[in-house]
């Protein structure tokens, strides 16, 4: 049993997308990390950057010198378009059948990827995504009052759309392919709500979704770019979905 599931993982490829804006103090170490934790997974990582003026690119294209071209992917924007359309523009560069979405900041640890793959394996899922409410998992270097409003924006959208899962703004997750294009070609959302709008949505179309535990760390480096105006959406959003899934 062990051979076989080996053996199918080894015609599995894993593409892993990354927006990042003004992330050239993370993405080295990121890469890094995935390489580490990946050693025997056939994957590319494609890194869709937002033009940033930091030099983020500069640093991606140094990376791709060590690691190539073919498994660092460097398919850049002109300028910051949205979170929703960074997963779209990097799907279509995607070459594997299952895909990735982390953050670049080092708040998603690629130490769990090998956990997701294994769950996926496992179970069959079409999704499975990390979540820090449940046993295991949970949140380090949050202030008292981040941790509340997260917790307590899950728990508003747990009781109004009854989505099945246990974190719902998660962003670390893996997809099969096809269930990605699916899911994404249905959202309409194009910040920080398109996490809770795809996994609503996937949910309502019957797709198996699996969770695993994870430990969100706040950013080292870097300034948030979640602020009042995506708090804002974030309710707009929970309305939207209430309404029409």
Known sequence: ??????????????SIIVPTYNERLNIALLVYLVFNHLPDVDFEMIIVDDGSPDGTQDVVKK?????????????????????????????????????????ADLSHHPKYLPSFIKKQMETGASIVTGTRYVKGGGVHGWTLMRKLTSRGANVLAQTLLWPGVSDLTGSFRLYKKSVLEDVISSCVSKGYVFQMEMIVRASRKGYHIEEVPITFVDRVYGTSKLGGSEIVEYLKGL???????
């Not at 049993?1 to 894993?14: A, C, L, P």
């Not at 779209?88 to 070459?95: A, N, Q, R």
């Not at 309305?239 to 899934?245: K, P, Q, S």
């Open 239 to 245: 309305v939207y979905l209430l309404v029409t899934t």
């Open 63 to 103: 990376l791709q010198e060590v690691y190539g071209e073919d498994r660092i992917l460097l398919r850049a924007r002109p300028k910051k378009l949205g979170l929703g359309t960074a997963y779209v523009h990097g799907l279509k560069h995607c070459s594997g059948n299952f895909v990735v979405i982390m953050d």
């Open 1 to 14: 049993m062990e051979e076989q599931r080996k053996h199918k993982d080894d015609k599995n490829k894993y």
